[in-house]
């Protein structure tokens, strides 16, 4: 018999200044505001981009620690062209990797860094 399913992830990335880390997801990368908590100033808030959702939450400096998160996307070439016409700083230009991919990587303002990728194994499980 099997056991209970892990069926999503909800990263939460922590934010020094809320507002501009929405703006930053939503008119750079392309994500849209899905929730926000209703407290003057917002705590926390939810970003959605096609299947991918990320959480976000003020925290303050001692809390604080950047994260890595990858993104698997079906296209990262057309990915980092649409972020270049958007003026997004690329941190790592796009490349094929020696461990089997082909991604670019940046940072968002609270130095989270980013990386999207498509496996160029197609048979490639994770």
Avoid: C
Wanted: aromatic letters at 12%; proline letters at 6%.
């Amino acid at each position: 018999m099997r056991g209970p399913q892990f069926l999503s992830l909800h990263p939460i990335l922590g934010t020094r200044d809320i507002e501009r880390g929405i703006a930053f997801y939503t008119n750079e990368l392309g994500f849209a505001l899905v929730f926000r908590d209703e407290g003057t100033p917002t705590n926390y808030a939810g970003l959605k981009r096609d299947g991918i959702v990320l959480h976000m939450q003020f925290q303050y400096e001692h809390e604080m620690g950047t994260i890595r998160l990858r993104f698997r996307v079906t296209d990262p070439d057309a990915l980092v062209a649409e972020f270049r016409a958007r003026k997004v700083p690329i941190q790592t230009e796009i490349r094929n990797t020696a461990w089997g991919t082909r991604e670019f990587a940046l940072y968002d303002p609270d130095r989270n860094a980013l990386t999207f990728y498509r496996d160029l194994n197609p048979t490639a499980k994770v």
